[in-house]
């Protein structure tokens, strides 16, 4: 079992409407390197019931893991994003497992 942790440094965020008024709504996570910015995750937002589990770029590769959540979600990971830091993305291939967690914060720390 290999967990990979990546910094969260960037995200861009992604709202349209595809053919046929399919709305898509997307955020990329990027983690910061010498070389650039590295893609490192796509959150996939829909109103379907049914989530699937996180899927990698190619089975066994640290390519891009996309991520799906329930559109109530967005307004959510947006805050997270923008008012938490130090954030990572946390991932565990062989569990299909993934998730977005901020560094150890005081209890009763109040935002500024």
């Known amino acids: 079992m290999a967990v990979i942790q ?14 046929g008024g399919v709305q898509k709504t997307e955020i ?9 910015s590295n893609h490192i995750a796509r959150l996939k937002f829909t109103e379907d019931s049914i989530i699937p589990a996180p899927s990698w770029a ?26 938490e830091t130090p954030l990572k993305l946390v ?5 299909k497992s993934a998730t977005i967690q901020s560094g150890h914060e005081p209890v009763g720390e109040e935002e500024s």
């Open 6 to 19: 990546n910094a969260i440094s960037k995200y861009v965020v992604k709202l349209g409407v595809l053919d």
């Open 58 to 83: 190619a089975p066994g590769s640290m390519g891009p893991i996309t991520i799906t959540y329930p559109l109530s979600r967005y307004e959510t990971i947006i805050d997270l994003l923008r008012n």
């Open 28 to 36: 990329d996570l990027y983690q910061s390197s010498k070389k650039g």
């Open 91 to 95: 991932s565990v291939q062989s569990w």
